[in-house]
């Protein structure tokens, strides 16, 4: 009996160091090409870690803010940043967790981003700001305005997060599986699977993108690193964010504010006017457009077109 335990022990020892070879490996690979190391980095001290941001231009502030989905990270826009810099001092931060930002193994929610938004606006920008947002980012920043309607002035949103997907809330399936990818080694070689390279360039043809052929290796190349930099703690905000626990109910606070708010919908994606109807259903004054042949990343599959659309929006008075 001792002998079989002892020959399980060192099974199990081999069967932890070999994954943990596995998991080094997949960082290796994901991460040498070094997409993210812009040559003029900032950082702002943040009270939960290190904030990465850039800045770029003169003019009224704008803050670009990517999505929250795997691998996003100020890359995102790095397609129009220099268009808007004609005419705006644009700001572009990594999010708490995601892209070279400090990424703590910590229950990430929707009120944590509230609280940086705000923050990083008031000790970075200093001024009143329009903020750009892309999907799940929406709802974070409809709840910033809402918390703090003093900083935040016009706000595009595209592709935003639907309604129904933003009231969900953790069930006992989700917060099991977070509690999974939370495990050393083993929750890491989980996350791996999930977010290698066949995965990304999948979602990339399926959801992001309305043609394959507007795909470049250099898309993929991002944001594979910006999900395993550095040795894939990017696993505990997608954790926080398969998990559940960075929605919020946001109808209360979208039927308050009366700031301008635009949407941009790729309409290519599906279910994406329903989506928007749904803003506009609890907030009349929200106008809304579509860009064509495009999905959920148009500002990386047709930059130009998706600057003209926001360029429009930030002119008018």
Known sequence: MK??????????????????????????????????????NNYYEWRFGKIRYTKKGEGSPLLLIHDLRVGSSIYEFSKITDMLAKNHEVY????????????????YTNYL???????????IIGKKTDIIATGDSAPITVMACHNDPEVIDKMIFINP?????????????TKAFKLLLDI????TFVYNFLTNKTSIEKTFREEYFYSTLNIEE????????????PDHTSKYAFSSYI??????????????????????????????H????????????????????????????????TYGYIDVFLTLQ
């Open 274 to 305: 329903t989506s928007l109807e749904n803003y506009i259903y609890y907030n009349s004054a929200i106008e809304a457009s579509y860009i064509p042949y495009t999905k959920h990343l148009p500002h990386l599959e047709a930059p130009e077109k």
């Open 3 to 40: 002998q079989k335990l002892k020959q399980l022990m060192i099974l199990s020892g081999l069967s932890t160091i070999a994954i943990h070879i596995i998991n080094r490996v997949y960082y290796s690979i994901y991460t040498a090409k070094n997409r993210l190391r812009y040559p003029k």
């Open 218 to 229: 250099k898309d993929i190349s991002a944001y594979l690193e910006a999900a395993h930099l």
């Open 113 to 123: 981003y509230v609280q940086l938004i705000i923050d990083f606006i008031k000790n």
């Open 92 to 107: 572009s931060i990594d999010l708490l967790g995601y892209g070279l930002s400090d990424k703590p193994n910590m229950t």
């Open 161 to 173: 997060q639907n309604l129904y997907e933003s009231n969900q809330i953790p069930s006992k399936q």
């Open 184 to 187: 050393p080694v083993i929750g």
């Open 243 to 272: 998990g559940k626990y960075i929605n919020t109910n946001i109808i209360h606070a979208l039927k308050e504010i009366n700031n301008s708010i635009y949407l941009i919908g790729g309409n290519g994606k599906e279910n994406i």
